[in-house]
């Protein structure tokens, strides 16, 4: 298959899943558009860290079956980085294959953190289309990109460490070099049902978060993500992301409305309605009964945590947090990382602006815990 010329990559996206949809070549899940295609056959190759897609369940299988120790990012990035898979004692091949599966993955992993010193060998990663010169195009989010890059922050990887991508014969593509960013990922070799090719892809893959890519939406979803901000900040590195002096519509009116705890809804109040806007305010509960304000306001300085405003609710053994912009509040969350005032762990959390009342009749703008 030959793209056409002046091609985007969302045009190679959608020529190669139109290809696959018209031909029967993809399995379970159908459509393939919007996904890494899982093709029928296909050769695998063992591997340490492999991506959480269907398609690469058979590498997770080998991977596994060879007793080595298998990598899965977790989905998303929504709780952290890897999950190391680890099968119960005298596993056979078919629970192997169960562990292999994304339910496996949740059922036997354990979470691998950022001091972990883990030294990945060889990734393995989803594409929809890649040419034979190493450019790779994924299905648009950009995680297997963020993933290697987070890898790269935290020293799991080095420019040496071989990336593999496992594709269909029909996937393989010319793509135009001035299709590629700085921050995307390239591969060294490319398995098909067959051939294997080796790239000899000589560009620089990607040497850490390129944070001005990033965006306060992506921070706020992403734990991990935050982690790694606070520590190359603290590192002395630049670290503003793409939309941290943006206005926030309608965020400074909402503080604002913060008055008295009669104006604030309870932490029952269940899912919300409305349009959400990035929050620039934390919530810290589960405080001691007999907790002072004065007490939380040293601690949270012992932190670096400290707020420009506090709101607090002793009675309801909680307190709202505010911040100037929502990457300082994120960067308190990740500070206040296991935080205990007295004897309690306080629940900490990124607070939520409801645009609109809701079912639970709270007041357009005031913060709520973010479920």
């Not at 339910?103 to 060889?122: A, E, H, I, M, W």
């Not at 590629?180 to 398995?191: A, K, S, W």
């Amino acid at each position: 298959m030959e793209p056409r010329a002046g091609v985007s990559k969302q045009d190679i996206r959608e020529q190669i899943w139109d290809y696959m949809e018209a031909q029967n070549l993809a399995d379970f899940p159908r459509p393939v558009h919007h996904r890494i295609p899982n093709f029928k056959a296909f050769k695998m190759a063992r591997t340490i860290k492999v991506n959480p897609d269907a398609p690469q369940k058979n590498a997770r299988f080998f991977v596994l079956n060879s007793k080595k120790t298998l990598l899965v990012p977790t989905p998303r990035l929504r709780t952290g980085l890897f999950n190391k898979i680890t099968p119960p004692p005298g596993a056979t091949k078919d629970i192997l294959r169960k562990c292999a599966t994304s339910q496996g993955v949740r059922n036997y992993s354990t979470p691998v953190g950022l001091d972990s010193r883990v030294l990945v060998d060889l990734v393995v990663v989803g594409s929809v289309a890649v040419s034979e010169k190493g450019w790779r195009i994924g299905k648009g989010e950009g995680y297997a990109d963020l993933e290697y890059a987070m890898m790269v922050s935290m020293g799991a990887v080095s420019q040496g460490t071989p990336v593999v991508t496992i594709v269909h014969d029909c996937q393989v593509v010319d793509i135009p070099e001035t299709l590629l960013e700085d921050h995307d990922l390239t591969v060294d070799y490319i398995l098909t049902p067959t051939r294997a090719i080796t790239t000899g892809c000589e560009r620089p893959k990607p040497t850490g978060i390129v944070w001005p890519k990033i965006s306060c939406e992506m921070m706020g979803k992403m734990p991990v993500l935050r982690s790694l901000h606070c520590r190359e900040e603290q590192a002395g590195k630049d670290v503003t992301l793409r939309d941290k002096h943006r206005s926030l519509p309608g965020a400074r009116a909402a503080l604002s409305t913060v008055r008295s705890p009669r104006e604030l809804p309870s932490l029952e109040s269940g899912s919300l309605q409305g349009d959400d806007v990035p929050s620039s305010t934390v919530y810290v509960g589960n405080l001691p009964r007999d907790a002072r304000v004065s007490e939380l306001k040293r601690a949270l300085s012992a932190r670096g945590a400290a707020p420009s405003r506090l709101t607090w609710q002793g009675p309801q053994r909680r307190a709202f947090l505010h911040y100037r912009d929502p990457a300082k509040a994120w960067q308190a969350i990740s500070r206040l990382q296991g935080f205990c005032l007295g004897t309690n762990t306080a629940r900490v959390a990124l607070a939520r602006h409801q645009g609109a009342s809701g079912p639970a009749g709270g007041r357009a703008g005031e913060p709520h815990p973010d479920p």
